[in-house]
């Protein structure tokens, strides 16, 4: 149990255009989706936090209105990166809680992101 | 300070070895530890978690928790070339926190 799924795997846009990355927790209910993004050689930097139905909690320095979460329910979250730019190209990756187990976080598999 | 450190590394073994992997927190109040490995190009995935002082032995993997000290640790016996990936220590506080990774490498 405990799978959390990402769509698409792997995205090519141009400058200037708009992402949307899904993450689906497939056999649970998560409380909260977080969002995280990972330069090459670098840590995990956590993004935003989610709960479903209300709004996102983003960390400092990350433009909310350029990366827009939606918490639609409580299997699904999405990112949009909005006019992206090369600089955005990175290694997205959403987590999920159980809600058994809150303490603990569920990766998806990642979405390599590249902006030409 | 940052919250959670760990040693960049690149830490290498030779297989069949133990592999020790540290990891120091600034946060007394918290409860929650983990470790994760990551692939490269992969996420990450889940090892170990642990709450309490002490050693909690999963297989292979060994976490340690010294809460007076801040510190946790994970131990890997009879190091595999499988197990040649980025570790990632984890801190629960109030959301999760972790640390940069460090690189193991096991040669065969």
């Known amino acids: 149990g405990a799978v959390v799924s990402q769509h698409p795997s792997w995205v090519i846009c141009k400058s200037g255009t708009s992402v949307k990355i899904e993450c689906r927790s497939l056999d649970f209910q998560a409380t909260t989706m977080f969002w995280y993004r990972q330069f090459p050689k670098q840590s995990l930097m956590l993004m935003a936090t989610s709960n479903e139905g209300s709004k996102a909690t983003y960390e400092q320095g990350v433009e909310k209105d350029k990366f827009l979460i939606n918490h639609a329910s409580l299997t699904l979250s999405t990112l949009t990166v909005t006019s992206a730019h090369p600089e955005d190209s990175s290694f997205y990756i959403c987590s999920a809680n159980h809600r058994d187990r809150v303490d603990e976080q569920f990766f998806g598999p990642g979405t390599r992101l590249t902006v030409l | 300070q940052k919250e959670v450190e760990q040693n960049s590394g690149p830490l290498s073994v030779p297989e069949g070895a133990i592999a020790s992997l540290n990891c120091t927190y600034s946060d007394r109040v918290s409860q929650s530890f983990f470790w994760y490995r990551q692939y490269s190009g992969k996420s990450p995935e889940l090892i170990m978690s642990i709450y309490s002082n002490g050693d909690k032995e999963d297989g292979r993997f060994t976490a340690q928790l010294n809460k007076a000290s801040q510190y946790v640790s994970l131990l890997i016996r009879d190091s595999q070339p499988s197990d040649s990936a980025t570790y990632l220590c984890?801190?629960?506080?109030?959301?999760?926190?972790f640390g940069a990774g460090t690189r193991l490498t096991v040669k065969p």
């Open positions: 984890a801190v629960n506080v109030h959301d999760m926190r």
